[in-house]
């Protein structure tokens, strides 16, 4: 069993050794650095020809050279928390993962806040997907508010329109998380123009197909990128990984485009139409033998009381070991009674106590008389109002051509401090968006992972991508288990001489010994000699003349044991 220990720890050894001597090589294949402390934090850099906006917040500078804080008022509340006060603050995540990374920060709860800034050029729908991606980290979770992002529509182009940005500022998209109590979503809504006469309208994306509960409390950063594409399809990721998808024609409530066709507001039912399938039968009379008096239960004329039957035993007596409490004041606590416990006469005999008949259904009870009902012969169906033209029809197979982007904000109401935001970008190529988290948002969840995972748990994911690591774990612990029994197993050179003195053992047969004396010259028996082996079986004693072994009584009278003692003849 030690063996085997010894082995398992080896081979764990051999495993975690090699994990940690290649994770390093490995980060730095990938062009992602991990140990934030040694290797820095490098701002994120894109060809500002292929986005609309790339924000990282790492400025401090330059973004309040580029964001707008709102000196507007929300409409429709109380005057005293209408205001748009709520601070935004460029600062370092509570949880610092990479060195130098700033964002921007939403540091009050319980105002309204709202703060924006212009694209570098306005995003027109036409024939390329457009592509908004930002990173929220709630950094003391949330119990009410929102952390989604409005796409401001063509309009608002000058600072001065952007200091007045409110709720009811149009917006073509309104993108990201929000929760309140037990109801969380994550919104996808843009604003429709109706081809026909111009009106605006909300449509509302179905709900995620994946539970976004840990996203509000983990207290991690999480990445949401939302993807509308000219075919009229749309894809949301969160952390990368699909959470919705569908169709712009398809999955929104309302639906784009209206029904054809619609009830005729105008038509009413008939005051005659009557939309009862079945009626009671008028024919119908109550038979004469039918009582509706009788009981629905009798005594049962066929029940015999049981033998042995007590009546004149109560079911429960007073206790006859109970006693009167010391303390208890018959004149302020009344006329003292023993308690009632069970009956113990009861136990033996059928019952106690007068004795009465059970009930039992009575044959003769039909209740209450009702007649049947039969097919309604003036039955017409359910009513319906008749369906005609909808004058407000129209048909739009391309909702992707929305209204031109400008501009870009947050206005949010959060019950929540510390809602942290972080690289955002708009761009009309996937492969931009993903380039960008790969050089933020991949960053982070590479240092989460390295911190929470322990030894065992690092080694065995790299043993995982990397199976030569498994040749080299059986390698090594064959080595070790071949030296392991190498030293247990393997020959030794045993001194004999050492043997006997350490055991003190007796030595019958000795090839170099001629006789036995006793050490005090008087022995207690004769030695016989006995003929000197081969030299090639003799050692070093042969070399230099026979040893003669001396034979001495212990002191304390004798006890036949015998001490080698080696002499030159």
């Not at 063996?3 to 994990?19: D, E, G, H, P, Q």
């Not at 008949?357 to 044959?363: E, I, S, Y």
């Not at 001489?497 to 006793?518: L, N, R």
């Amino acid at each position: 069993m030690a063996l085997y220990r010894v082995i398992l720890k080896s081979a764990f050894i051999v495993l975690v050794v090699t994990t940690c001597a290649n994770a390093e090589a490995e980060n730095a294949d990938d062009g992602i650095t991990v140990e934030v402390e040694e290797d820095g934090y490098q701002t994120p850099e894109i060809d500002p020809k292929k986005v609309y906006l790339a924000e990282h917040f790492d400025n401090e500078a330059a973004f309040k050279k580029r964001w707008v804080k709102s000196e507007a008022k929300k409409q429709g509340v109380d005057e005293t928390i209408a205001k748009y006060d709520g601070q935004w603050e460029i600062q370092a995540p509570s949880r610092r993962l990479l060195k130098d990374d700033l964002g921007l920060v939403l540091t009050t709860e319980a105002k309204h806040a709202a703060i924006a800034t212009l694209l570098d050029r306005p995003f027109e729908f036409k024939d390329k997907p457009f592509v908004v991606q930002y990173e929220v980290t709630m950094q003391e979770g949330q119990n009410c508010g929102g952390a989604y992002i409005k796409l401001l529509s063509k309009g608002v182009n000058t600072k001065n329109d952007l200091k007045q940005f409110h709720d009811q500022t149009p917006y073509t998209i309104m993108f990201g998380p929000d929760k309140c109590g037990n109801d969380n979503k994550l919104h996808f809504i843009f604003r429709h123009k109706n081809p026909k006469n111009g009106t605006i309208e909300e449509k509302h994306a179905k709900k995620p197909t994946q539970r976004l509960d840990d996203i509000y409390k983990d207290k991690e950063p999480h990445l949401y990128t939302l993807v509308v594409r000219p075919d009229n399809t749309f894809t949301i990721y969160v952390d990368g990984k699909e959470a919705n998808a569908g169709s712009l024609l398809e999955d929104f409530t309302p639906p784009v485009n209206p029904p054809e066709e619609i009830d005729d507001p105008d038509d009413k039912k008939p005051e005659d139409w009557d939309e009862r399938e079945k009626i009671v039968d008028p024919t119908a009379t109550k038979p004469e033998d039918w009582d509706e008096e009788a009981p629905a239960q009798i005594v049962d004329p066929n029940a015999v009381k049981p033998e042995g039957w007590l009546d004149d035993e109560p079911e429960m007596i007073p206790d006859p070991e109970a006693v009167k409490p010391s303390d208890w004041e018959d004149e302020m606590d009344g006329e003292w009674e023993a308690p009632l416990v069970d009956n113990p006469r009861c136990a033996a005999a059928p019952g106690c106590g007068p004795w009465a008949p059970p009930l039992v259904p009575n044959p003769a009870y039909k209740g209450v008389w009702r007649a049947p009902l039969v097919p309604n012969p003036q039955y017409r169906g359910r009513w319906a109002p008749r369906r005609v033209p909808n004058p407000h029809y129209f048909r739009d197979d391309a909702p992707y051509k929305m209204t031109a982007v400008t501009a870009v904000g947050f206005e949010l109401w959060s019950m929540s401090p510390q809602l942290l935001f972080d690289n955002l970008i708009i761009t009309d190529d996937e492969a931009v968006a993903a380039e960008w988290a790969k050089q933020t948002y991949a960053l982070k969840r590479e240092r989460i992972t390295s911190q929470s995972e322990s030894v065992v748990e690092r080694a065995l994911k790299f043993a995982g991508e990397n199976p030569w690591v498994y040749a080299a774990l059986i390698v090594g612990s064959f080595l070790v288990v071949g030296v392991t029994a190498y030293m247990c197993c393997g020959p030794r050179t045993q001194d004999a001489d050492a043997e006997i003195k350490k055991t003190d053992a007796v030595v019958e047969d000795d090839p170099h010994a001629e006789g036995e004396k006793d050490a005090e010259g008087e022995g207690d028996g004769e030695v016989e000699e006995e003929e000197p082996e081969p030299k090639e079986k003799a050692g070093k004693a042969d070399l230099e003349g026979p040893v003669e072994e001396e034979v001495a009584e212990s002191a304390g009278g004798g006890d036949g044991h015998r001490k080698r003692k080696p002499r030159k003849e």
